[in-house]
Structures are given as structure tokens and as C-alpha cells.
């Protein structure tokens, strides 16, 4: 019989506290004079894990008990069925520790990344949970030991608050307790080998907008921008509550399928090739100039569009770009994460922690549907993601609006296990997260709980013991429900290998902006160091910015041999501004006839 | 098949019945007059104790009785009776542990009483029978049978604490004392060493009359009387004595936290008697409770008989309600 102790007790003789100050004669100080101790028993409560052999069911009998060894934890957690199988599927997660003995605990990876379930709740309150550290210990965990049957896995993560996610290539302190635990998980301590990072730009264009800016560190920073066509795919998000209705959704699908990067007549006599948010508002302008010159103002549809639908959708559109400037390129092409180039336990980090929360949204959305997308097709280069979210009260509340958001995180929770794309959500308060998102989660995670939050229905299933333990639980130490287990089992896991974010900021000091020059010259001699800067600065001198933006965006998309030399063909040649001519109209011939043949 | 049940199976009645007296025994006078002579000085006077007191290693020696009718042969009852005694010493963490121990499960009956075929079952099937001879004048009588009965368990209980106690006494510490909770006298081995003490909570035998009988039942908290020779009453083997008062008594009653202790019969207990009286005050905490005796019982004695008690056969004496009429079913 395999039991883990849910709730103590201590008893003894004593009928009242009264008679012990009675013993005393009133005074404190006595209190522990007497010469004989009270009889006192302490009395542990267990809850059964496992029993041999399982049938009958039968009441636990009276017996000597004993402390766990490794092999009575994996046996008592059923870890036996995937940690000693002839394709062992077992991830480290923690060390359970009891009465001086520490035993590891594995999840079962294809629980925790699928098929048979997947995904991934924690939940903890701020600062004391240890959410992300959890994340990052799991995730090297994952990388070390995910059955290579199962083929290649990444991980995404979205780092949407401060510097937390920015240094994960980065060694980071730890204790010799901390190195005794890795060893004793077989996880190595150092920190990811692989790590892309993708970050917008700012609002200049060209200083990207994030924390790790450091010169030593930003080599591996990516720009991450988008332009018209990727935000298109993803308008539902850009638009609130108020907006969807039946007549946007028909103008943006009319806009996406028959204008967007194609030849496409107004109607009013002019031709587009919208490609860019800059060849759209000049679309738009048409239109309107179009209704108010050809109508007088009294036709207020254009291809069954009513002006205000278009108006609407305008105004949505442009307002991305204006206000995820340097993430939504107003005249530009894109660069984006390495669609179909995934590498095998990589981490690509996407830093969103300075963007518009409507940016966040679209970046976020985006982002996971082309996981989503590529993982259907097999072509995203690795067989499994696992996406890591945090802030899920903001992402996927319990309550609140449908967003697009929220239905996708649903759409993950109940069907990416299928496809091998994992969600790994956090957040401060799993009651008020939808219930689908969190029920979903096959492993769910628990650090130190607020005792508010304990109170609230969903936590009813454990014990007062429990509760009291989850709301003083140390840093480095949490509570694991997993389907294999029967119970919550308390493990602790190692510091992660990884520089903190708040030690990264402090110790890589992020670069103050550069002026535009010198953030070119930077982004190109990133991409080849034999570029001289003054080359760069000569070629780019009195020339539009937004002309330089456009070819700088057009070398990091092609990454060719001669940047220099692809650089300057891209930005074309300098122009000199002629005044134009002024074109004087030559009369017809012969004035036209009333005769319409 | 236990031996009451070979009993009902042989045609015996099977009962429950637990007299009154059958959960614990009494320290009622035997009949015998007591006498006590001063020794300390010519008037019985009250001394503070000691304080503070030392406390000193001890150990700490009780017993227990329990029995009941099992069934009826005819109207002659046969007992089941368990008596069991223990030492416990207490050790450097304030924590009593058992030293030695000895109990006893036996069988009474009036054996001449009985129908040959279930005396014979009885005798053949419970290995420890003792019987009552009864007076043939008076014949059989079932109160009077279980009078017998009692006398029968307690004389097997004092009997094994006896031995326990003098056993005890042979591996007690140099420094170490023994406390049995009843009378030194009743053993001369007791009665003679330097380290035990008896400690009476019930006070059937009065040894004062007179203004010394007030001065002894009125002796203030932490006060304990004069020092004083007992005789006759239980005391078969000479010891010295002493009340002590653990609590106040007013509003209670005349014997409310009051006890008498036995020692030696020797000059150096009347030059110990205070310093023994503060030492069994600090052993006042913690209290005995729930006892209802908790004024006088000392913790380390209720202690040996929660442990007596817990060892005893669960299904010696009858849960409360048991002797509701069995429904049909």
C-alpha cells in the first residue's frame, strides 16, 4: 500500500487548555516545568496512491509503515509504466522529498506533450510561485529527455512582462544544492544552447524594442515585423466587440481575397496593387474621393460596402499601424519567426513586453495559428511546440468578452495535443482563468497559493492540510497533479540554469537607442561584419528613411551573400528631385460625337 | 472458541454483567482499627513543603482490575476477572516508559456449585480457575458470590503489584525512586527501602481523632502534617506517614487534594518528609485530567493506568448500553 500523508494531527490527554494553566498555577513561564510530558500522539492521515494488488479494493490495514525509496515513489505514482518501458517517455519534474530522502518524480511526456493529453497549468501568486522559474527548469528538463521516438520539439515563449524571458542563454547562479538536484535529475545545469529572440522594432524603425540590447547579447535578437498581409490574416483581433458584425468580416474577406496583392480596379478609373497598409489608405482614399466625386456624395455603397463598414475597417487598420508602430510596418515587407525552420530544442522567445496590448493580441494570435498551421502540414521543421503563455487572467479569462485571443487558447487546450502544439499557460489566479483552458491542462502546477484564492470553489477537492501547506509553500517548491498521479504530490525542483531577468538587466545593461545611421550600420554588420560603418552612413545619407527602413528590411528577409552590395541595390539609386513638368493637355482632333458606336 | 463460549455451548447461560465494583477497587478500611503515634513532635502539626522542590527520577508502579459474569450455571455466577500491574520509569525526556509488567486472565466460580459436565468444560478449557469456597450453611447466593469475587480479584491484583514492586526494586537507580499508588505496607520489602513511597488517595482508615483528626483533614495547600507511626488498619508492616494537601480544599471538601504518603520507618524520612512533600507538589502539573480524581491522582500514575488500560482485553468489559434488551433480529 502506497499513500502520501495529506493531514496531521496531535492529540493528547489534555481536556482542555484551561487545566494546563490550572498545572501551571496560572503562570506561563511554568508551563513546561512539569516534571512528566503529556502523553501526545502525532496522527497522519494518507491518502492512497496505489495498493498491490489493486483488486480487490480493499481498507488499509494496520501496519508498520515505511519511508519511500525511488523505486516505492516511481511504483506508488505508477511512474513505472513509462519510466522503465523499452521506450521510456519520463520527464524530470521535481525532486519529492520526505524525511530526509529525495526521490525524483517524472511526468509521463506523452501526458505532458501528447498525444495521449498535453498541456501544462501552473498557477502561483507573483514573485513567490516561482511560475517562470518552473517553466524554465521543466522546459531543460524536456529538452534533456524527451524520448527521441517522439522526434524533435522547440518552444515558444512569449515574454510579455519585463526582461523574464530574455537572458535564457545566459548562465545564471546557482548553489551546490541546486547542482546536487540537477545531478540527481539527470538534467544538465546550463542553460539553453539554442535561443532565438525576436523582438519589434520601435517606433524609429530601426532600435529594436526590448531589454536584451547589451552589444554582447543582441546578436541573437531578430527584428520581428509584419506588414499589411500578415495583419489582414489576423483583423478579427484588431476588432472589439462593437465591431463584429456580418458587414465587416464581408469587407475585410473582400479586401483579403480579391484586392490584397493583386491588380485590382476601383471602379472609379484607378488601379491598385495593395500590398502595403501605404497602398491601402490610397485605396481608401480612392474609394472616398470615388463616391463623393462620381455620385455627389449621394451613393453611400461601394461593391455592396456601405461607406461606414469601409470607414470602420479603415480606422481599424490604421490604427494597428499607428499604434504598433515598428511592429505593423506601414510600407514594408516582413520578417517574421523561421516558419518551417525550426530547430530541435530550440527556444524562440518573442519579447512583447513593451508592445501595445492590441499589438500583444495580434502578435500572440498570429504567432500560434502559423504553429498551428505548420504543425498540421508537418512542415515546421520540429514534431511538437510547446508555447509557453503567462498572464493567462489576461489572455483567457473566466469571464469577459469572446476575443479572438481566448477562443484560440481554447481551440489549443482542446485540440493541440493532436497536433503536437502544447500550451504551457501561468497565471495568479486559476479560478479566474476559463475553465476549458485550465481543465484541459493534463499537468497542472501549483507554487504558493493566496489564501483567497484557496477559498474558492475549485480548490474544494483538497485537504485544509493541503491548503495551509499550498498557501506557505517555500520558493522552489511545488504541488503536481498529473494524470498518472493520484494524488497532488509536493516535489521540489532546482533554480533554473538561466540568468534572471532582473540579474540580466543588472549585469547586461540594455544599449541606449542609436541614432538612425548608426542602428542601420548595426543591423547590417550584424549580418556581415565586413561591412565598414562609413559605407553604410555614405550610402544612406540625405536618403527617406523610410527608403532605408524598406531595403534594411529587404537584407534581413534575404539574407544575402553581399549585403553591402544588396543593400544598395535595394535602396536604388539616388534621385534628384525634379520639379515635374507641368503636362499641358492636348485637344482631340475632332470633338466628340454624341453617336455612342 | 473462547472458554465462556465452550461454557453457553455446554449449557451454561452466557451473561454480561459488570457490577459496580468491577472497573477499579476501593481503599476502604478492612475493618481493622488504625492508630498512628507521632514521631516528628508530640502534637500533630502542619510544615510547609519544600520550595522549589527537585524533582527526582522515578518510577512509577499502578494497577488495574476489571472482570465480570461471563454466565450463569444455575444461578452460580462465573467471573472473568483480569488484573495487571506495571512499573513505569521516567526517563531524561519527561516521558514515562514501561520498566516491567505482569498480568493475569482468570477464570472464578463456585466450582462445588456447579453441574459436573460445565465445571468440567470450565476446567478443561480455561487454564486459570480460581475457586470460591462457599459456607455450606449459607448456601449459594449470588450477591454474596460476587463480594468473594471482588476480595478474590483485588487480593490477585495487590499480589502481582507486590511482585512487580519488589522487582522493581531490584533495578531501580542509585538515585532513583519508586511511587506505587496504594500502601508501602503491604510489603516488607517496601516498607524497608530508603526509595519508595506509597501514595493513598482514599482515606477509608482514619488514624486521628480529635483536634489531631482536624488538624490532619484541614492541613493547608502545600502544607504537609507531622510525621507519625502508622498502625493497624492496612498496615501490616511498620512505616512512617504523612498528609500532604496538593490543593486548596476550601470549598471543596475536607479530603479535596489530599493525600497520605507512606515511607520508611526511619529518622531520615522525618528529616526528608518536606523535601519528599515539595517534590510530590511539583508533581501536581500536569494535572491528571480527565480523571475525576485528578486532585489527588498524580499524572505519572494515571499515566501507568492509561497504559495498564489500553492493554487490557477490549472485550472485557461491556460498552455502555450493551445490556439493552438484544432485538430479534
Redesign the interface.
Known amino acids: 500500500m502506497y499513500g502520501v500523508v495529506t493531514d496531521g494531527f496531535a492529540y493528547s490527554d489534555l481536556p482542555t487548555p484551561l487545566h494546563d494553566v490550572v498545572g501551571a498555577e496560572g503562570d506561563p513561564t511554568r508551563a513546561a516545568e512539569a516534571p512528566t510530558a503529556r502523553q501526545e500522539i502525532r496522527y497522519w492521515t494518507a491518502a492512497v496512491l496505489r495498493q498491490t494488488p489493486e483488486e480487490p479494493l480493499q481498507p488499509v490495514p494496520i501496519g508498520q509503515v515505511f519511508v519511500a525509496s525511488d523505486a516505492d515513489v516511481a511504483q506508488a505514482l505508477r511512474m513505472d509504466g513509462y519510466l522503465y518501458s523499452a521506450t521510456p517517455s519520463a520527464i524530470p519534474i521535481g525532486l519529492y522529498t520526505a524525511a530526509g530522502l529525495e526521490s525524483p518524480v517524472y511526468l509521463d511526456a506523452d501526458f505532458l506533450i501528447g498525444p495521449e493529453a498535453a498541456h501544462l497549468n501552473i498557477s502561483g501568486v507573483s514573485g513567490l510561485a516561482t511560475k517562470t522559474s518552473a517553466v524554465e527548469f521543466l522546459l531543460a528538463s524536456i529538452f534533456e529527455h524527451f524520448p527521441a521516438h517522439k522526434g524533435k520539439v522547440a518552444a515558444v515563449c512569449f515574454n510579455v512582462k519585463g526582461p523574464d524571458l530574455c537572458f535564457l542563454d545566459q548562465p545564471g547562479a546557482l548553489s551546490d544544492e541546486d547542482r546536487r538536484r540537477y545531478e540527481r535529475l539527470a538534467v544538465p545545469s546550463r542553460p539553453f544552447e539554442r535561443v532565438r529572440m525576436y523582438a519589434p522594432l520601435k517606433a524609429d524603425g530601426v532600435n529594436l524594442n526590448t531589454l536584451r540590447t547589451h552589444a554582447d547579447l543582441v546578436h541573437i535578437v531578430e527584428p520581428l515585423t509584419w506588414g499589411l498581409a500578415e495583419v489582414v490574416d489576423y483583423a478579427e483581433v484588431l476588432l472589439n466587440r462593437d465591431d463584429i458584425d456580418a458587414k465587416a468580416d464581408a469587407f475585410i474577406d473582400f479586401l483579403r481575397d480579391r484586392v490584397l496583392a493583386r491588380t485590382f480596379d476601383d471602379g472609379f478609373g484607378g488601379t491598385h496593387r495593395v500590398q502595403t497598409f501605404a497602398d491601402l489608405d490610397r485605396l481608401f482614399r480612392a474609394i472616398f474621393d470615388g463616391l463623393e466625386l462620381t455620385s455627389g456624395g449621394r451613393s453611400d455603397t461601394w461593391r455592396t460596402h456601405h461607406i461606414a463598414t469601409i470607414r470602420k475597417v479603415r480606422n481599424r487598420l490604421s490604427n494597428i499601424s499607428t499604434r504598433c508602430k515598428g511592429l505593423v510596418t506601414d510600407d514594408g515587407p516582413s520578417s517574421d519567426l523561421p516558419w518551417g525552420a525550426f530547430e530541435d530544442r530550440a527556444v524562440y522567445v518573442v519579447d512583447v513586453a513593451n508592445v501595445d496590448p492590441l499589438g500583444q493580441d495580434l502578435v500572440f494570435a498570429r504567432a500560434v495559428s502559423k504553429l498551428r498551421e505548420h504543425l498540421e502540414r508537418r512542415d515546421l521543421g520540429v514534431d511538437a511546440v510547446v508555447v509557453f503563455v503567462d498572464e493567462l487572467n489576461k489572455y483567457a479569462p473566466g469571464d469577459g468578452p469572446d476575443t479572438y485571443v481566448k477562443k484560440m487558447l481554447l481551440d489549443i487546450s482542446e485540440r493541440g495535443r493532436y497536433l503536437g502544439l502544447v500550451l504551457f499557460g501561468a497565471e495568479q489566479f486559476r479560478s479566474q482563468v476559463h475553465r476549458r483552458v485550465v481543465g484541459n491542462a493534463a499537468t497542472q502546477l501549483f507554487g504558493r497559493m493566496d489564501m483567497d484564492e484557496l477559498a474558492t470553489p475549485g480548490y474544494q477537492v483538497l485537504s485544509p492540510a493541503t491548503k495551509i501547506k499550498l498557501a506557505t509553500l517555500p520558493i522552489g517548491e511545488l504541488m503536481v497533479r498529473h494524470p498518472h498521479f493520484t494524488q497532488p504530490i509536493f516535489v521540489r525542483f532546482p533554480k533554473p540554469p538561466v540568468l534572471r531577468g532582473r540579474d540580466g538587466v543588472e549585469r547586461f545593461p540594455p544599449a541606449a537607442d542609436l541614432p538612425f545611421d548608426d542602428a542601420v550600420v548595426r543591423q547590417l554588420v550584424r549580418l556581415d561584419r565586413r561591412i565598414r560603418p562609413n559605407q553604410v552612413k555614405d550610402l544612406i545619407a540625405e536618403r527617406d528613411e523610410d527608403d532605408v527602413r524598406r531595403a534594411l528590411a529587404a537584407v534581413r528577409r534575404t539574407r544575402p551573400d553581399d549585403v553591402l552590395a544588396y543593400f544598395r541595390k535595394v535602396l536604388g539609386g539616388r534621385v534628384s528631385t525634379d520639379i515635374p513638368r507641368e503636362r499641358t493637355a492636348v485637344p482631340p482632333l475632332n470633338p466628340i460625337a454624341d453617336e455612342p458606336y | 472458541m473462547t472458554w465462556w463460549d465452550a461454557l453457553a455451548a455446554a449449557g451454561a447461560v452466557p451473561a454480561a454483567f459488570a457490577p459496580p465494583a468491577s472497573r477499579g477497587w476501593t481503599d476502604l478500611d478492612d475493618g481493622a482499627l488504625p492508630g498512628a503515634e507521632l514521631i516528628e513532635e508530640p502534637d500533630l502539626a502542619a510544615h510547609p513543603v519544600t520550595s522549589p522542590a527537585l524533582?527526582r527520577a522515578a518510577c512509577f508502579l499502578d494497577g488495574i482490575q476489571q472482570w465480570k459474569v461471563v454466565s450463569y450455571d444455575g444461578v452460580a455466577p462465573v467471573i472473568r476477572a483480569y488484573v495487571a500491574t506495571a512499573a513505569r520509569r521516567?526517563g531524561p525526556?519527561?516521558?514515562?516508559r514501561t520498566l516491567l509488567e505482569s498480568s493475569r486472565e482468570f477464570a472464578i466460580a463456585p466450582l462445588a456449585s456447579m453441574k459436573p459436565a460445565v465445571r468440567r468444560v470450565l476446567e478443561t478449557t480455561c487454564p486459570d480457575v480460581v475457586d470460591l469456597p462457599l459456607d455450606r450453611d449459607g448456601g449459594l447466593q449470588p450477591g454474596k458470590v460476587l463480594e468473594l469475587a471482588r476480595r478474590v480479584v483485588d487480593g490477585a491484583r495487590q499480589n502481582l503489584e507486590r511482585e512487580i514492586a519488589e522487582r522493581s526494586l531490584a533495578v531501580l537507580g542509585p538515585e532513583e525512586w519508586l511511587l506505587v499508588d496504594g500502601l508501602l505496607s503491604v510489603s516488607g520489602k517496601l516498607a524497608a527501602h530508603p526509595r519508595a513511597l506509597g501514595v493513598i488517595k482514599s482515606h477509608g482508615a482514619q488514624f486521628f481523632d480529635g483536634a489531631n483528626l482536624e488538624r490532619a483533614l484541614t492541613v493547608p495547600a502545600g502544607h504537609r502534617t507531622s510525621v507519625f507511626r502508622a498502625r493497624g488498619g492496612h498496615a501490616r508492616n511498620e512505616v512512617y506517614s504523612w498528609y500532604l494537601r496538593l490543593w486548596p480544599w476550601e470549598g471543596q471538601d475536607l479530603l479535596y487534594g489530599l493525600l497520605r504518603i507512606e515511607a520508611r520507618a526511619d529518622a531520615a524520612t522525618v528529616a526528608a518528609a518536606s523535601a519528599i512533600s515539595g517534590w510530590l507538589c511539583?508533581?501536581?502539573?500536569?494535572?491528571a485530567?480527565?480523571d475525576a480524581r485528578w486532585d489527588r491522582l498524580l499524572?505519572?500514575l494515571q499515566?501507568v493506568e492509561?497504559y495498564l488500560k489500553a492493554r487490557a482485553p477490549r472485550d472485557l468489559l461491556s460498552a455502555p448500553g450493551s445490556r439493552l434488551p438484544r432485538t430479534g433480529s
Open positions: 524533582v521516567r525526556n519527561r516521558r514515562p511539583a508533581e501536581r502539573a500536569p494535572l485530567t480527565p499524572y505519572p499515566d492509561t
